[in-house]
């Protein structure tokens, strides 16, 4: 056929997989392009916390943490409980130190362990350690990116100009922030957290001449003798590819139609941006790709509205998950008023709301409501709403609990009761019922760090809150994959030519776990591994 323009490797989406299979192809010598289907770059990567999960690196190892892969792969199996993939797991332990450390040096992002910051199920998971795997990059000046700055997309969630050490100093998540500095790296357009992740890969992509073209749709990807050759664009234009086409385009929980199809929780809004709108999926699924369920995920997070928010035209959900529901003064409650998980937990929150009775037929806390007091609203707010600001008056408010209790459709005395039994926890300084506060990761990550336990405070200072919130997923479908990137069929045999990594691929090296940073090294090096193994097998 006629094409358009010519290249090696087309890498779609600009995060850090796309970012990441991009640098890594142009070092062994391809000539790459990158497609953005928005006119932003940077993608979900940008959103996120910009954890870099990666167990025994080079890092490490200079910081004298004692890890070896056979501890890693030992907390990844106890992550997966059975649901990861051994291959692709093992090359995620074999190659994620490789890939950070060709990314460290080769294309200068500049790494570095986040202090103090211990592995989630630090100590009850096999192989966890309470150190020296999560890591994050110095905060990058947005001006670096030149003529692409103002393209580089921002995170509504307002966490992307502290590093984790200046927000645990001040109290972590839930602590009081530096104002002065935050206000200081806006003017100057300084980002940290996945902001900072996104600038430094995007960078190494302009600084090796790969081109970058936003506002670009594929609309299929086009195959010859079962090969991946190229893609279409934008429905006209063809782009040939001599080694392949990798996919990193992300979730899909802007896309009503395929939550429906593919996750148990289908809520509206959704927690991401327009543009996830399963793109990739679709692409691949349309050449008989493998789609692979995630049963039981434990990525699934509760979230909430701010009535009138949205962004770029599309309401929002807001994540509350390692937030606002760990946070001191607040439980959770289901309908009939009583708890049923530790807060400070997201993990035990996700396994708990898929709670059924088949006797009433209806899930068990699902839906379920965070029930706050005016102690929680003075010092911290909820998200994008400052702290001891006026509450809006669509938030549910009420002098006493079972007042508030009626206006939101909940057992009055079992909230009354819940709070009661909770309060006198909190007292003692101990949850006897769920155990609150007792995962150093929750206390370190997610709490207020000012307080003798991060996320246990009284809920005794009217008035008193309540807010529905809703679980949110998106990815409990991707691509199915091997150890080097490859989407495989449905007949089981890789498809020649076409890769996939980041949010778009399943979590394989993860199962039904969640651990914050596996993400985007998973996306970081399995990019790096399409790359390696595009270069190396030009398609005939």
């Not at 299979?21 to 391809?30: C, D, S, V």
Request: hydrophobic share 40%.
């Amino acid at each position: 056929m006629q094409w358009d323009d010519e290249v090696d490797l087309i890498c779609l989406g600009s995060g850090i997989s796309g970012c990441a299979a991009a640098i890594a192809a142009a070092e062994a010598g391809l000539k790459v392009t990158l497609l953005e289907k928005s006119h932003k770059v940077g993608g979900t990567t940008t959103w996120s916390l910009g954890i870099v999960w990666i167990g025994n690196s080079h890092l490490a190892r200079a910081k004298g943490v004692n890890d070896t892969p056979a501890e890693s792969r030992a907390y990844l199996d106890y992550l997966g409980s059975g649901r990861n993939d051994p291959e692709v797991t093992q090359s995620f332990v074999d190659h994620a130190p490789e890939a950070l450390e060709f990314f460290e040096k080769v294309a200068q992002v500049p790494f570095y362990l986040v202090e103090k910051l211990p592995d989630h199920y630090y100590p009850a998971g096999e192989g966890s350690k309470p150190f020296g795997r999560s890591h994050q990059v110095r905060p990058f000046e947005g001006s670096s990116l030149g003529v692409r700055q103002k393209q580089l997309d921002l995170t509504p969630y307002r966490h992307g100009r502290m590093t984790f050490e200046e927000m645990a100093a001040r109290g972590g998540m839930a602590g009081q922030w530096d104002r002065d500095l935050i206000a200081e790296r806006e003017a100057k357009d300084i980002r940290t957290f996945g902001g900072a992740v996104a600038g430094y890969f995007l960078k190494a992509v302009i600084d090796r001449r790969v081109p970058i073209r936003t506002d670009i749709e594929v609309t299929r990807l086009i195959v010859d003798k079962g090969c991946v050759v190229g893609v279409e664009i934008n429905s006209s234009a063809t782009i040939r590819a001599s080694h392949g086409v990798v996919l990193a385009t992300g979730q899909y929980d802007s896309n009503p139609r395929l939550m429906g199809l593919f996750d148990e929780f289908n809520s509206w809004p959704p927690r991401g941006a327009p543009r996830n709108q399963g793109d990739g999926l679709i692409l691949a699924a349309e050449q008989g790709a493998a789609l692979k369920v995630m049963h039981w995920t434990l990525t699934t997070m509760l979230g909430y509205h701010v009535q009138g928010e949205s962004f770029d035209g599309q309401p929002l959900m807001r994540g509350a998950g390692s937030r606002e529901v760990a946070y001191p003064h607040c439980i959770l409650v289901n309908r009939a008023g009583r708890r049923f998980a530790d807060e400070s937990c997201f993990g035990e929150v996700a396994a708990k709301l898929r709670d059924f009775d088949v006797w009433t037929h209806r899930p068990v806390n699902v839906p379920c409501y965070l029930i706050f007091d005016g102690q929680y609203w003075a010092k911290y707010g909820l998200q994008p709403l400052a702290p001891g600001s006026e509450p809006p008056e669509w938030m549910q408010r009420a002098r006493t609990l079972p007042e508030l209790a009626n206006r939101l459709g909940v057992n009055a005395d079992g909230l009354s009761e819940t709070v009661e039994r909770f309060n006198g926890f909190v007292a003692a300084g101990q949850d006897e019922d769920f155990h609150r506060g007792r995962m150093p990761w929750s206390q370190q990550a997610s709490g207020d760090s000012s307080q003798k336990n991060a996320n246990l405070g009284s809920l005794s200072q009217p008035p008193f809150f309540g807010l529905e919130t809703k679980p949110t997923s998106g990815h409990a479908v991707g691509l199915l994959t091997n150890g080097n990137g490859q989407v495989i069929h449905l007949r089981g045999h890789a498809i020649p030519g076409l890769y996939a990594c980041g949010d778009v691929a399943a979590s394989l090296h993860v199962g039904v776990g969640y651990q914050a940073g596996l993400n985007l090294a998973g996306g970081m090096t399995f990019g790096f591994m399409a790359a390696q193994h595009a270069a190396r097998r030009p398609l005939t």
